[in-house]
């Protein structure tokens, strides 16, 4: 049987079997694999605290050809963020965002960006920066390696150029001017469209820059709804978050 051994977030955990659980890594150059961990629902076991969630570690598996799941034999823990991850004020965020990346990131696809921006988030987290200011730039990178962030800058119908207050079409797929918006409510003021054109060159780690200027909770709504749309599911774990009571 093939071995080998790669650098992995671990994204979830839930039972399979007996004693065994079933792991979802985000690897940085294979994408999602799924895994099982055989045993690890033994009190005792080798693994000891490598599953939890968005632990970074290394991980040793093999797999048979003829099978999906993948099987770790064993792990070391590389950075452990439980500390951040698991604080009361910050559990549900990350519950959002594990929750995205399972449901949205295709399982082949492989490009690094992804587990670097997850690495970015999890790094500024335990630097103390805000988790909405987080989430709200996850959220918006997510959208942009997968492809579907719009142009923020210029209207989708006349395609006028650096507008400064724009209107979500109904479709999520660009944003229109005010001479070309019909019904569509999602709005977008000059503050909400610069801080999304400035995700792109900045890292969240100098988003205090922002704290005055836009409302995060606002654009939280519409990029979560916008993935929603996108892919054909519902987020569950925003029912616990404050900025969608
Ligand atoms: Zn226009």
């Given at each position: 049987?093939?071995?080998?051994?790669?650098?992995?977030?671990?994204?979830?955990?839930?039972?399979?079997?007996?004693?065994?659980?079933l792991?979802?890594?985000?690897?940085?150059?294979?994408?999602?694999?799924?895994?099982?961990?055989?045993?690890?629902?033994?009190?005792?076991?080798?693994?000891?605290?490598?599953?939890?969630?968005?632990?970074?570690g290394?991980?040793?598996?093999?797999w048979?050809?003829?099978?999906?799941?993948?099987?770790?034999?064993?792990?070391?823990?590389?950075?452990?963020?439980?500390?951040?991850?698991?604080?009361?004020?910050?559990i549900?965020?990350?519950?959002?965002?594990?929750?995205?990346l399972?449901?949205?990131?295709?399982?082949?696809?492989?490009?690094?960006?992804?587990?670097?921006?997850?690495?970015?988030?999890?790094?500024?987290?335990?630097?103390?920066?805000?988790?909405?200011?987080?989430?709200l730039?996850?959220?918006i990178?997510?959208l942009?390696?997968?492809?579907?962030?719009?142009?923020?800058?210029?209207?989708?119908?006349c395609?006028?150029?650096?507008?400064d207050?724009?209107?979500?079409?109904?479709?999520?797929?660009?944003?229109?001017?005010?001479?070309?918006?019909?019904?569509e409510?999602?709005?977008?003021?000059?503050?909400?469209?610069?801080?999304?054109?400035?995700?792109?060159?900045?890292?969240?780690k100098?988003?205090?820059?922002?704290?005055d200027?836009i409302?995060?909770?606002?654009?939280?709504?519409?990029?979560?709804?916008?993935?929603?749309y996108h892919?054909?599911?519902?987020?569950?774990?925003?029912?616990?978050?404050?900025?969608f009571?």
């Amino acid at each position: 049987m093939p071995y080998t051994s790669t650098k992995a977030f671990v994204l979830g955990v839930m039972p399979l079997k007996e004693q065994d659980k079933l792991v979802h890594l985000l690897t940085a150059d294979r994408g999602i694999l799924k895994a099982m961990a055989p045993g690890s629902l033994k009190v005792r076991n080798r693994f000891g605290a490598l599953f939890e969630l968005f632990t970074e570690g290394d991980f040793v598996y093999y797999w048979r050809e003829e099978k999906e799941l993948i099987t770790i034999s064993k792990g070391e823990i590389l950075n452990s963020y439980f500390f951040t991850v698991s604080r009361p004020e910050n559990i549900f965020y990350f519950y959002l965002v594990a929750e995205v990346l399972l449901k949205f990131v295709p399982f082949q696809h492989k490009d690094k960006r992804v587990y670097r921006l997850l690495h970015t988030i999890l790094e500024n987290g335990a630097g103390g920066i805000e988790m909405d200011m987080l989430l709200l730039y996850f959220l918006i990178w997510i959208l942009r390696i997968e492809g579907m962030m719009f142009n923020p800058w210029n209207c989708a119908n006349c395609f006028r150029k650096k507008i400064d207050e724009a209107w979500l079409k109904n479709d999520f797929r660009g944003i229109l001017c005010r001479s070309c918006k019909t019904n569509e409510q999602l709005f977008l003021n000059k503050e909400d469209l610069s801080y999304i054109r400035w995700t792109r060159e900045n890292t969240p780690k100098d988003c205090a820059l922002w704290q005055d200027k836009i409302d995060p909770a606002h654009l939280i709504r519409i990029f979560k709804r916008k993935i929603e749309y996108h892919g054909e599911f519902a987020l569950k774990s925003s029912l616990y978050l404050e900025e969608f009571r």
